[in-house]
């Protein structure tokens, strides 16, 4: 599980680059000023994405750290140190925590218990979800905003009035 989460961190950090990349190279190219509505969605778009692309990463940073901590634990390992949430203490002396779960979509960190339950803990941030979900929107919507816009046709030219 770990292997998995520290293949998807430079994943995502490559993918990060390469819409940064992709936006000052469009930038670079064209010229700022030079660059028509279609070009500043595209590129808004891009940097949308990049900042997506940051924020799951730090996210699964988050989840690498209590998955190795979890793995690390030692002596002090029952209950699993991430599922020490305010009020774990009531949970414990339930069936206890036995086992954890990563889910990657939203990100979060599950602790399930012997009768099959889980609850999420507070192992990742609680603004991150909502942030990746706000952001991967924003750009999808500027993404779509300028395929919309490059499909109409431009400013059409006057005939010259009949005789």
Do not use: K
Not at 82 to 98: F, I, K, N, T
Request: hydrophobic letters at 45%; one cysteine or more.
């Amino acid at each position: 599980m770990v292997y998995l989460l520290l293949l998807l961190v430079p994943g995502g950090l490559v993918a990060a680059f390469a819409f940064v990349g992709y936006c000052f190279g469009t930038l670079g190219r064209i010229g700022p000023r030079q660059a028509d509505r279609v070009v500043w969605l595209r590129v808004v778009a891009a940097l949308l994405g990049a900042a997506t692309a940051l924020l799951y990463v730090w996210g699964l940073v988050h989840l690498v750290g209590a998955v190795m901590d979890v793995a690390e634990n030692g002596a002090d390992s029952a209950p699993l140190r991430p599922c020490r949430a305010p009020g774990w203490e009531q949970r414990a002396q339930d069936p206890g925590s036995v086992d954890y779960t990563v889910r990657y979509l939203p990100i979060r960190f599950v602790c399930e218990t012997g009768d099959g339950d889980g609850h999420v803990t507070d192992a990742v941030p609680d603004y991150l979800n909502p942030g990746v979900l706000g952001l991967a929107l924003a750009g999808a919507g500027c993404a779509g905003a300028a395929r919309l816009a490059s499909r109409r046709p431009g400013p059409r030219a006057t005939r010259e009035p009949s005789r």
